[in-house]
């Protein structure tokens, strides 16, 4: 009989770190103990964003790789491409390549800072289809039309609970037959204990990831009442009732999930 397998006590070891960004571009947004208020998607935020996702957003690579396959697969020419909460828009540029260059693409975000980082950013790559970095409010009404791909990426837990089924309904109203939306969020848990643990787990992706005591704990302050989280079943039942014949899940790590969604 073979040795059994051993596995390392700590369980942190041999996971590798996300990249390191340079200095001026490294998210130390809350590495300074100080009293917090509701996080900002301001131009602090802005300058270090692509490391703070990539450093916080479990196989974020991984979900951008995903999120273009899915979308080329849906995205008609003469149609648009919505990225709703597009903010310094690195999933656009990824998809760029892969989606036929017939599809017009508009970045929307409520966040001046935000869509002045993307702009400079696609204007750098020389994006040449046709594109659209517009500054609009997600909670007050239509901004979806003749749509084959909406993407909600880490976006509608930040719109509030009271305006999320109507936002979701203008969607659908805004999209083509089989046109599909990519929804990826954090989730909670209605079990308390597997909410704990993977809370616990996302917390320790952090630390790997090189987030100190202070920047967790400072963040989940500063997030507390600005990112509301659902329960998976509550998403889809959100978007079932908005008009989506058909919903699956296509990624779920602990509590973040990727939803894809068929009009």
């Known amino acids: 009989m073979s040795d059994p397998v051993k596995i390392p006590t700590d369980r942190n070891r041999a996971v590798p770190r996300a990249p390191e960004a340079p200095p001026e571009l490294r998210d130390r947004v809350f590495a300074e103990q100080k009293p917090q208020t509701d996080f900002k998607f301001n131009k602090q935020t802005a300058q270090v964003f692509d490391d703070m996702v990539s450093r916080s957003v479990p196989f974020y690579d991984e979900m951008q790789?995903?999120?273009?396959?899915?979308?080329?697969?849906?995205?008609?020419?003469?149609?648009?491409?919505?990225?709703?909460g597009c903010a310094t828009g690195t999933t656009l540029m990824a998809l760029d390549g892969p989606v036929d260059p017939g599809v017009r693409f508009v970045g929307v975000d409520n966040s001046d800072d935000m869509l002045a980082k993307a702009r400079a950013k696609m204007e750098a790559a020389g994006m040449?289809?046709?594109?659209?970095?517009?500054?609009?409010?997600?909670?007050?009404?239509?901004?979806?039309?003749?749509?084959?791909?909406t993407l909600l990426l880490l976006t509608l837990q930040f719109v509030r609970p009271l305006y999320r089924d109507r936002m979701v309904a203008d969607i659908v109203r805004g999209m083509n037959d089989r046109g599909c939306l990519i929804l990826i969020e954090k989730l909670t848990s209605a079990d308390t204990l597997f909410n704990r643990l993977f809370i616990k787990y996302y917390y320790d992706m952090k630390r790997r990831?090189?987030?100190?005591?202070?920047?967790?704990?400072?963040?989940?302050?500063?997030?507390?009442?600005?990112?509301?989280?659902?329960?998976?079943?509550?998403?889809?039942?959100?978007?079932?009732?908005?008009?989506f014949k058909t919903v699956e899940v296509f990624f779920r790590w602990y509590n973040f999930c990727g939803i894809v969604a068929v009009k």
């Open 128 to 149: 040449s289809r046709a594109y659209e970095l517009v500054n609009a409010d997600l909670h007050k009404g239509q901004i979806v039309e003749n749509a084959s791909v």
């Open 209 to 243: 990831n090189g987030y100190s005591e202070v920047e967790i704990a400072q963040k989940r302050e500063a997030l507390e009442n600005v990112l509301i989280p659902y329960r998976l079943e509550e998403n889809v039942e959100m978007l079932k009732g908005a008009g």
């Open 65 to 84: 790789r995903m999120t273009t396959e899915i979308a080329a697969d849906f995205a008609v020419p003469g149609t648009n491409l919505y990225d709703l």
